[in-house]
């Protein structure tokens, strides 16, 4: 497929329209092995995709290593590298060991995660990205989760992130998050260039649209939209379905189901309209989904390039799944 560029945060960066999310890569819950890594890397190249977002916290570096891997024989100019900073990877203790299944990743905890939103440590954090990816530069930098740290993340990191971005080392600076009101102040208060927003755009929640994308879109602003399935709700409705990484509550999992039945109706799989429903807002730019296998990527390529016809997103109005003043993909040229 031809998925569309985009620029992001003023044309400092580019995008395509589906991103590859590289948590699964780092062995989220459950562990893939490097050929398999390799291979949905090199499916979502064939399948289009020059945006891949990594980040030091996804397998404690194991995902920044075997997105290194993947991308370093392909020609460094044609893609797009985001990673974060914010956590800083130490050695664990002597007597350490065991799994970091309790942060979700299924690796051996041979380090521990150290929040650290100061000057060094965003510093050191790039550099440490650096080495672990094995390239020669980063194109986006988001901060990385600062809600417990969010005037550090202000007067320390922030500034650092600009200087990095002044002397090339990073092309783009940004922040990602699951929650819209941080972004949405960063977005007043500095001169970001992007959003990673995950979870908080989507069919089932649409908080971003309250301040965050109308600012995004004033002040140019790029946003990319994580979680466009809120954690698997929106992928498979059923009992036990998740949504925001927690088992989804009864009147959730009743809303995806009328979402399921509609699309339904109009021979559109559910994850075909959760894929396309953000970019009805101008500010969105891209959707990224996590993905950990060649079969999931594909998949994930194919449901953005299925028609959504402009009459389901009108029923999904008319049956109030929908508020009338949220913006839907037809009314974006």
């Known amino acids: 497929m031809n998925l569309r560029h985009r620029p992001l945060g003023g044309g400092r960066a580019r995008v395509t329209e589906l991103a590859f999310g590289a948590a699964g890569i780092g062995n989220l819950f459950t562990a893939v092995s490097d050929e398999q890594a390799e291979q949905a890397v090199s499916a ?19 995902s920044e290593r075997r997105l290194g891997d993947a991308l370093r024989a392909l020609p460094r100019d044609d893609f797009t590298l985001s990673t974060k900073v914010g956590r800083l990877l130490e050695p664990s203790l002597p007597n350490g060991g065991g799994d970091d299944l309790a942060n979700g990743f299924a690796v051996p905890a041979i380090h521990q995660r150290v929040w650290d939103f100061s000057a060094r440590g965003v510093r050191r954090s790039v550099e440490d990205s650096l080495n672990r990816l094995g390239l020669d530069r980063i194109d986006i930098a988001y901060l990385h989760d600062p809600d417990d740290h969010a005037e550090q993340a202000l007067d320390e990191a922030y500034p650092e992130l600009e200087r990095l ?38 069919l089932l ?35 036990g379905a998740t949504f925001d990484y927690t088992a989804a509550p ?29 970019f009805g807002h101008p500010a969105v730019a891209s959707v990224l989904v996590g993905t950990r296998s060649a079969a999931e990527v594909r998949d994930a390529a194919a449901m953005l390039d299925h028609p959504v016809p402009a009459a389901l997103w009108a029923e999904l109005r008319d049956r ?8 839907t993909p037809e009314e974006v040229s």
């Open 250 to 278: 009864a009147h959730l999992l009743g809303r995806a189901l009328e979402f399921k039945a509609v699309c339904e109706t109009y021979g559109v799989p559910l994850r075909a309209a959760a894929l396309r429903f953000p």
């Open 205 to 239: 929640d649409q908080r971003g649209l309250a301040e965050l994308l109308p600012l995004a879109q004033q002040r140019g602003v790029g946003v990319v939209i994580g979680g466009a399935f809120n954690s698997g709700l929106l992928a498979d409705p059923r009992p």
């Open 165 to 202: 971005r002044a002397e090339g080392v990073v092309g783009a600076i940004g922040l990602g998050m699951n929650q819209a009101e941080l972004p949405a102040r960063f977005i007043r208060e500095t001169d970001i260039d992007a959003v990673l927003l995950a979870g908080r755009y989507t």
């Open 320 to 327: 109030q799944l929908l508020r009338e003043d949220v913006p």
């Open 44 to 62: 979502a190249w064939e399948a289009g995709v020059r945006y891949f977002d990594t980040a030091p916290h996804y397998g404690l570096g194991l």
